[in-house]
Structures are given as structure tokens and as C-alpha cells.
């Protein structure tokens, strides 16, 4: 007996509508139809383009156009019904167009598949997000470099192996991650020129036999170019996971900051101070001020990263052309770009509000002999000697001064020159945590003037690129 429920679809081929699991299983358009902008822009270029090739009517093409522009209001005004029943964006909105505009909503499919639709749409959507993110990114940095401005030449700790290493300043610690962001931006910028092709035309698999326009099209949704082998075209999302990697890399560095901001502002460290904006308090323990939203900023990455690998074992063993296993590309994809952009707006926020304690700060900068390496250099330069012989002359400076208690610029001179008995009283110019990072003046060290030019370069270009944007 025939279903006359048939899938409307899939046409005569089948003759009964889908169980109620495969229906499930099947559809998308709980998370697809976020494409409806993208799927009605690529609608009308190709609408367009059929037209100019005579292969509709224009009287066809304007009716499709004003139809699909009547849906994109109705969308925008929250007034579009999706229905689970059609699967997915594509057919949702083709078939409101034809309660629209009848019989010409049908030529709108045209030399086109599907499959070479749902490719479109989605680059459109991921080339999109490449832009938010660098707009998000650049004001992450701004922000970075303001602070790093504000703070040139506060002392803090430098650490390795989260050890007291070198004495820094706040702001070159601050640039480092403004130099991190700028790689991030230049990931994304990458994945976007490579992902700045269009797949449209290429049909199902094999092209079509219709005499269509593809530069058109191309042009026409801002593409550089169509896509040059249709098999390719329907089957690959590199983009996708080009831009995920490019995410996660980016997520992994936000994350490591909000390590840091986690533990600078626990009052072992007391480095830095966070408002009401970015804590919370604890349910039983009246006296908590917990970093919440530099926990779960480094919480994020963990989405992130996952959906990269998600998609990528769903693409890895996929042969040529199309798999519906691909429907699986876009649910993870869409959730870590969410995540990534709410993880970029949290740090903008914490940097903003987070205010450095300069006095605790500095008192950390000296603990743990840090300007053991300034007291080499002085050997080295001084008295000429050979550096691994400075490092042992310092290293056992250091034991006596820690057997005595006291830092290095209170060790007395006596007990230097019993380790070394040319060392003069010249050497306390260099222990002192200021004379310290003063003396980093190397190109990209921390020394504050060099911090205050990178600082202002930083601001100055960030600046420009938002109000060129």
C-alpha cells in the first residue's frame, strides 16, 4: 500500500515515510537551520545566475528572489516555522517557498544538489565566524596592550617550571599574549583564504550538465574563486577543521592565561585583584571570591579541542564523494565556535577589570634568588670569566646566602669574596630586582622602556585596524 506521506523529498523512489527513529537519527534542522541566512544568500546567487544563463525565466528569478527575501524577514522576526518533518534548512525553506510562490520555487533546484548547497552554506557560516573571531581577538589584544601600557614597569616574577626564574615587568608578561593572539589571528586569516572557494554548481558529485555560470555565483557570495573538482567540493570540510585547529590552538593559550589569572589571584599569590564582574562567592563560606570565569575559560578549551577530533574521525575514513556521516561536521563545529567566542569575550572582560597589587608583586620578584643570573653576568663581564664557571660561582653564592637565610642583595660582600675573592662591592648594582629588568634591553626583552615602545606600537595598531574595520 502506498503512503501518500511518502517522503516529499526523496520522490516516487520511495514509497512509505521513514520510521519515527530514522526521522530522528536523520534530521538536522534542529541545529542547521542557524544556516537559514546563508542557505537564502546562496539561494538568490544561484537563482540569479540561473537567469543570466537563460536556464530560467527572470520572471522565475525575480519571483524566487522576492519569495526568499519574504522568508529571511520572517526568519529575522522570529516568525518562520521549522519543521523536523523536511530534514533540514535547505528543504524548509524551499518548501515555504513554494506555499509562496508555487510552481517557479521548484526550478530553484536546478543544477544544484544538496550536497553542493549544504558545502556553501556552511563555508559561508565558518567565513563569518573567522571574522567575528578576528574582530574578537583584536580587542582581546587591545586590551592586553592597554594593560601592558598602564603597567610597563611593575615588577613581577618571571617563572619556569612555575618557579621564581628572572624578575619581569606585568606588561611584557601581558605582551606575551598579546604576541599569541596575533599567530591565532593569522591561523584563522590562513584558513580563511584557503576556504575562500565556492563549491556551488558542482551538483551532487559530478557537476551538471546545465550551461551555469560558477564564477558568478562565486563572485557574487564574495568568493575568490569556485572550487576546481567537484568531487572534492561536496566532500571536503578542511575549512572546518582547519578552523577548529586554528580555535583550539587559540583556546589553548586563552586557557593558559586563565591559569594564570586563577592563581595570581589566590592570596598565596595575591598578584592581581578581580571585581564582582568576574567572581562568584561560596554557598557556605561567606569570606570566597572565586576566579568562576577563568576557571571555565580554561575549562572551554577542552569543547573545543574535542570537536576537532570528533570531526575528524568522522572525516577520516570517508571515501569520495558524499557520506551522510558528514551531517555530523556541523553540531560540534557550531558549539566550539560558541565557546570559543563567549571564552574571547571573558578574558577581554578579566583583562579590563583585573588590577595588578604592584607592592606584592615586587615582593615576589626577589624571593627565590632571582637575580641569581644578573650576579653571572657580572662575573662574566667583570672579572671575564667563562660563563659555566660564573653559573658554579653564583650557584654556590646562592647556597651560602640560602644557609644564611638572607636574599642576595643582603648577602655581605665578605661572604661573596670567600666564593670569589675578586668580586668588589659593584656587584650589588646588579641585584636589585629594578636594576634587574632594566638591564633586559635586548630586542623583545623585558626591560620597561622596551616594554612601554612594544606597548604603544601594539595600541596604536590595534587602534588603527578598529577604525579601519
Same mark, same amino acid.
Given at each position: 500500500?502506498?503512503?501518500?506521506?511518502?517522503?516529499?523529498?526523496?520522490?516516487?523512489?520511495?514509497?512509505?515515510?521513514?520510521?519515527?527513529?530514522?526521522?530522528?537519527?536523520?534530521?538536522?534542522?534542529?541545529?542547521?537551520?542557524?544556516?537559514?541566512?546563508?542557505?537564502?544568500?546562496?539561494?538568490?546567487?544561484?537563482?540569479?545566475?540561473?537567469?543570466?544563463?537563460?536556464?530560467?525565466?527572470?520572471?522565475?528569478?525575480?519571483?524566487?528572489?522576492?519569495?526568499?527575501?519574504?522568508?529571511?524577514?520572517?526568519?529575522?522576526?522570529?516568525?518562520?516555522?521549522? !519543521?523536523?518533518?523536511?530534514?533540514?534548512?535547505?528543504?524548509?525553506?524551499?518548501?515555504?517557498?513554494?506555499?509562496?510562490?508555487?510552481?517557479?520555487?521548484?526550478?530553484?533546484?536546478?543544477?544544484?544538489?544538496?550536497?553542493?548547497?549544504?558545502?556553501?552554506?556552511?563555508?559561508?557560516?565558518?567565513?563569518?565566524?573567522?571574522?567575528?573571531?578576528?574582530?574578537?581577538?583584536?580587542?582581546?589584544?587591545?586590551?592586553?596592550?592597554?594593560?601592558?601600557?598602564?603597567?610597563?614597569?611593575?615588577?613581577?616574577?618571571?617563572?619556569?617550571?612555575?618557579?621564581?626564574?628572572?624578575?619581569?615587568?606585568?606588561?611584557?608578561?601581558?605582551?606575551?599574549?598579546?604576541?599569541?593572539?596575533?599567530?591565532?589571528?593569522?591561523?584563522?586569516?590562513?584558513?580563511?583564504?584557503?576556504?575562500?572557494?565556492?563549491?556551488?554548481?558542482?551538483?551532487?558529485?559530478?557537476?551538471?550538465?546545465?550551461?551555469?555560470?560558477?564564477?558568478?555565483?562565486?563572485?557574487?557570495?564574495?568568493?575568490?574563486?569556485?572550487?576546481?573538482?567537484?568531487?572534492?567540493?561536496?566532500?571536503?570540510?578542511?575549512?572546518?577543521?582547519?578552523?577548529?585547529?586554528?580555535?583550539?590552538? !587559540?583556546?589553548?593559550?586563552?586557557?593558559?592565561?586563565?591559569?594564570?589569572?586563577?592563581?595570581? !589571584?589566590?592570596?598565596?599569590?595575591?598578584?592581581?585583584?578581580?571585581?564582582?564582574?568576574?567572581?562568584?562567592?561560596?554557598?557556605?563560606?561567606?569570606?570566597?571570591?572565586?576566579?568562576?570565569?577563568?576557571?571555565?575559560?580554561?575549562?572551554?578549551?577542552?569543547?573545543?579541542?574535542?570537536?576537532?577530533?570528533?570531526?575528524?574521525?568522522?572525516?577520516?575514513?570517508?571515501?569520495?564523494?558524499?557520506?551522510?556521516?558528514?551531517?555530523?561536521?556541523?553540531? *560540534?563545529?557550531?558549539?566550539?565556535?560558541?565557546?570559543?567566542?563567549?571564552?574571547?569575550?571573558?578574558?577581554?572582560?578579566?583583562?579590563?577589570?583585573?588590577?595588578?597589587?604592584?607592592?606584592?608583586?615586587?615582593?615576589?620578584?626577589?624571593?627565590?634568588?632571582?637575580?641569581?643570573?644578573?650576579?653571572?653576568?657580572?662575573?662574566?663581564?667583570?672579572?671575564?670569566?667563562?660563563?659555566?664557571?660564573?653559573?658554579?660561582?653564583?650557584?654556590?653564592?646562592?647556597?651560602?646566602?640560602?644557609?644564611?637565610?638572607?636574599?642576595?642583595?643582603?648577602?655581605?660582600?665578605?661572604?661573596?669574596?670567600?666564593?670569589?675573592?675578586?668580586?668588589?662591592?659593584?656587584?650589588?648594582? *646588579?641585584?636589585?630586582?629594578?636594576?634587574?629588568?632594566?638591564?633586559?634591553?635586548?630586542?623583545?626583552?623585558?626591560?620597561?622602556?622596551?616594554?612601554?615602545?612594544?606597548?604603544?606600537?601594539?595600541?596604536?595598531?590595534?587602534?588603527?585596524?578598529?577604525?579601519?574595520?
Amino acid at each position: 500500500m502506498t503512503d501518500t506521506n511518502a517522503n516529499r523529498m526523496w520522490g516516487g523512489r520511495f514509497q512509505m515515510s521513514p520510521s519515527q527513529i530514522m526521522e530522528d537519527i536523520n534530521v538536522s534542522i534542529d541545529f542547521d537551520k542557524r544556516m537559514a541566512f546563508e542557505d537564502i544568500a546562496g539561494s538568490k546567487a544561484h537563482a540569479s545566475m540561473l537567469a543570466a544563463q537563460g536556464i530560467i525565466t527572470a520572471a522565475d528569478a525575480d519571483a524566487i528572489i522576492k519569495g526568499l527575501d519574504t522568508i529571511l524577514g520572517e526568519i529575522e522576526r522570529g516568525e518562520f516555522t521549522y !519543521s523536523r518533518a523536511l530534514e533540514d534548512v535547505h528543504m524548509n525553506v524551499e518548501s515555504r517557498l513554494k506555499e509562496l510562490i508555487g510552481e517557479p520555487a521548484g526550478r530553484l533546484h536546478t543544477a544544484r544538489s544538496r550536497n553542493d548547497q549544504v558545502a556553501t552554506d556552511f563555508r559561508l557560516y565558518v567565513r563569518a565566524c573567522i571574522d567575528g573571531f578576528d574582530t574578537d581577538l583584536r580587542k582581546l589584544q587591545l586590551a592586553l596592550a592597554r594593560k601592558a601600557a598602564e603597567h610597563f614597569d611593575v615588577i613581577m616574577p618571571g617563572f619556569t617550571h612555575l618557579q621564581p626564574a628572572q624578575p619581569v615587568t606585568f606588561g611584557h608578561h601581558l605582551l606575551a599574549y598579546v604576541e599569541m593572539i596575533a599567530r591565532d589571528r593569522g591561523r584563522f586569516a590562513d584558513a580563511r583564504k584557503r576556504l575562500n572557494e565556492c563549491p556551488l554548481g558542482s551538483a551532487a558529485l559530478a557537476g551538471t550538465s546545465f550551461p551555469i555560470d560558477r564564477h558568478a555565483t562565486a563572485a557574487a557570495l564574495g568568493f575568490d574563486r569556485p572550487t576546481a573538482n567537484s568531487l572534492d567540493s561536496v566532500s571536503d570540510r578542511d575549512f572546518a577543521l582547519e578552523t577548529l585547529s586554528a580555535a583550539t590552538i !587559540s583556546a589553548l593559550h586563552l586557557s593558559r592565561f586563565a591559569e594564570e589569572i586563577v592563581i595570581w !589571584s589566590t592570596p598565596q599569590f595575591g598578584f592581581i585583584k578581580l571585581s564582582d564582574a568576574f567572581t562568584t562567592g561560596s554557598s557556605i563560606m561567606p569570606q570566597k571570591r572565586n576566579p568562576d570565569a577563568a576557571e571555565l575559560c580554561r575549562a572551554k578549551v577542552g569543547r573545543i579541542a574535542a570537536a576537532l577530533q570528533s570531526l575528524a574521525m568522522v572525516m577520516k575514513g570517508l571515501p569520495l564523494a558524499y557520506s551522510k556521516d558528514m551531517q555530523e561536521d556541523k553540531e *560540534v563545529t557550531f558549539d566550539a565556535f560558541d565557546s570559543f567566542r563567549l571564552v574571547v569575550a571573558a578574558m577581554t572582560g578579566m583583562v579590563e577589570d583585573m588590577q595588578p597589587v604592584p607592592a606584592t608583586m615586587h615582593a615576589a620578584a626577589g624571593a627565590g634568588y632571582s637575580t641569581a643570573t644578573d650576579l653571572a653576568d657580572w662575573l662574566v663581564r667583570k672579572l671575564n670569566l667563562p660563563f659555566r664557571e660564573a653559573h658554579h660561582v653564583t650557584g654556590s653564592i646562592v647556597a651560602v646566602a640560602e644557609r644564611l637565610g638572607v636574599a642576595l642583595p643582603d648577602l655581605p660582600l665578605a661572604e661573596m669574596q670567600a666564593v670569589e675573592s675578586r668580586i668588589t662591592d659593584d656587584v650589588y648594582s *646588579v641585584l636589585s630586582v629594578e636594576n634587574s629588568v632594566k638591564s633586559r634591553s635586548s630586542y623583545g626583552g623585558t626591560a620597561p622602556q622596551n616594554v612601554a615602545k612594544a606597548a604603544a606600537e601594539w595600541v596604536e595598531r590595534l587602534e588603527k585596524e578598529s577604525n579601519s574595520g
